[in-house]
């Protein structure tokens, strides 16, 4: 190669290099320009290689321009390199920069769930009154769930048709809260003042007012000395709690294979306070069941049915959510629509 023209590439790749170095936007581009401009096959080391074919003074002075001009294209790249990081790292640090002064955005407090409310204002009422909380397994076997509650074999409550079996046999889902009140009792000697609060399960068909799952509190009080009085003053003392310091009770006689008497309990309504309304019709709102422990419940405990008597109730959670929120559809517990949970928001 002449010695002019390779002083004239040298010039002029000094002078584009600048150029594009320059013009890089990106660290990408910037590495591409330099493989343009410094690579194998760029001119300026087109010359270089070149350079041992020229006469001996010639090849120390376009030897050292050519190394002037890579030293100098090389800075520039590096230069380039460190100002498009900085500016990366600018942006960045502009993109997540957070003004203080502004005012945060107020997280959504969110609520509660209504079940939830009801749930834990129930058993924060028996708290009060002494009793322990007591929880146990979903799933569990016959016995806890049925035998153990004098539930004969030819209940139709054991049947596919009401409770829900898994792949495992002789165990499903429980049907009641009343097994850990079971496993309660074996597992301790009276006195037992127990709630147990928790999901159940049946095998129903979804409408407003059956749902496959829902939730109970049962309660167990077994002691010597436990009389269908305690029940009631107990419930008088619930009800009172949950619905005001004028709220009646009234307990009609019913039937249930773990309670001897049974009974339903009814509360004066709380709208009407019992004179009747749209909400109560005739001034009483149905709400739980309750008795004495059934004798072979005892015995089926261990416990000596002749010393020690007992009373229970069961509560169906979803119902007095229904009444004291003025809720017609259960199903409103499970869709999830937050137009209808916001409204618990700041509700105790
Ligand atoms: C033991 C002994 C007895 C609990 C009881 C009821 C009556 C009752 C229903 C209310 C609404 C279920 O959720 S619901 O559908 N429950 O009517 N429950 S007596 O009796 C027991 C429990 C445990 C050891």
Redesign the pocket.
Known sequence: MDPSDARRILEEERARGRALIGRAGSIEELDRTKTGVLGRKAPVSEVQRTIGSLPEDERRELGRLTNEVLAELRAEVENRRAELEGGADAELLSADAVDVTLSGRRPRPGSFHPLTLVEDRMVDVFTRMGYRVAEGPEIEDEWHNFEA?NIPPDHPARTMKDSLYVDVPGMLLRT?T?AV??RT?QSQAPPVYVVAPGR?YRRDTPDATHGTV?H?V?G?AVDEGISFADLRGTLEAFARELFGTNTRVRMTPDY?P??EP?CQVAVSCFVCDGAGCRVCGNGWIEL????M?HPK?LENCGYDSERYTGF?????IE?VAMVRYGVNDLRLFVEGDVRFLEQFEGVA
């Open positions: 509650l009641e009343s009140q079971i009792m159940t829902f109970q049962e167990l249930f773990f309670v049974g739980l069941g309750a008795g422990v419940v229970a109730f069961g509560i169906g119902r």
